[in-house]
């Protein structure tokens, strides 16, 4: 059995959604309209107009697994069009890093739409200037830094791509199994956590070659340490067999793997690759756009182990929601574009600017630290589960980028796709929004202002969800507890 209300998809014939399986689904469960914040069935009616509306003029390409038609959001909380509350721990794929609509974000940002709502960035304005002295503040790279702005977290990449090859004359990258580093040309050609991204697309940007990521849950390599073993295939394997390094112009890793997983590394990892591409020549990429922003419980992921790349990417939680990306790279490497190299027209954004100022001052302020205490408390709580639940693999993460990866037991850790996905959307009737990463893993974003009452909240919702998700799939019993 798939998702348990799978039913809720279109119907292949006339794209509306299939009402009709949906009720079924939820009656014989006995779930409609029960829950203390759920006042109608999901989707309600409302939900269910809109997504018959979307399904004759919106892309069908996008991703979706259930249906949460948004109304409005507060905090950590956001409520449906039909009036059914839900605890957000995703935050708009981990965007909404100050929770939804913090004032000091909504003030700012209408403060700049006052002024004015764009002049391109073919002129100066203060904002872009103060977000960029902002950021070189902040030392991402231990160094005088200078910034390039984006829209997106794979404009920004493409920006850090296009400077590697500029400043180096080199073609060829580095990336890893498991990336996710956007969907446009260049960055899709590092991509690699799902086929579907790839499909169909063939070819994209070239010169781009694959290293596993080390994953000591789920060794591919002799020995206890992966990270090792991945550092001595890059040099001993591929520099010596396809890939000379004096023709790779940059390495392009993300400091925790994201959509690949939610995978943390070896410790000595990062800094491998830092030594190994200090000693060809190679520039490091990190790509922060989903890590960075206080979301680990340091401002920037890397941090953690130490190690300063020479290029970072950011985007996601930089703008609590507007559309802003940044290439930030050593000032040594950026002076060297000529004029025109690179640019966009909507780059420094005013609107997206103020918005990032204001994230960065709470980020800076509370956020951060807020992320590093309770989600130090929130993967204790995740523990308890694992040991509960045979099911339940692996906790892992930093801050609040926690994955929490499926397994159809302890002791062969296969992998439980069909598990995840049905606890993903029992979670959604249990008014709990999250999302899937990897093959199996349950990862949670939620803003980062959240504290250990909605933590609580969450657990409780997201243990329900497993036991009915346990349920469908026929693994109640398998040495799990049954509480
Ligand atoms: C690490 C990382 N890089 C890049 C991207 C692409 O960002 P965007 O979807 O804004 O283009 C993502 C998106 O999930 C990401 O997680």
Redesign the pocket.
Known sequence: MGKVDAGWRYNERTRLPRRANVLRSELELGLAVKKTHIKTELPGPKARELLARDALVDSPSYPRDYPFVMSHGKGAEVWDVDGNRFLDFAAG??VCSTGHSHPAVVQAIKDAADRFIHISSDYWHEGQVRLAERMNELSPLGVPAMSFFAQ??????EAALKLARYVTGRGRFIGFLGG????TMG?LAFTSSKYTQQKGFFPAMPGVTHAPYPNNYRPLFAGADQGQAVLRYIEEVLFVHNVPAGEVAAILV?PIQ??GGYLVPPDGFLSGLRELCDRHGILLIF?????GIGRTGKMFAAQHWGVAPDIM?L??GLGSGMPI?MMVAKRSIMQKWARGAHGNTYGGNPLCCAAALATLDLVERQYCANAAKVGDYFMKKLRVLAQKYSVVGEIRGKGLMIGMELVTDQASRTPAKKLCDALITRAFHHRLILLSCGQSTVRFMPPLLIGEADVDEAVGLLEGALKEAMAGEHLAVRGAAAG
Do not use: M, N, P, Y
């Open positions: 794929i981990a997106s977290g794979t404009e920004s990449v996710f580093h956007g969907r960055s993300e994201g959509e790509d922060e756009v989903q890590s990417t985007a996601k990306g």
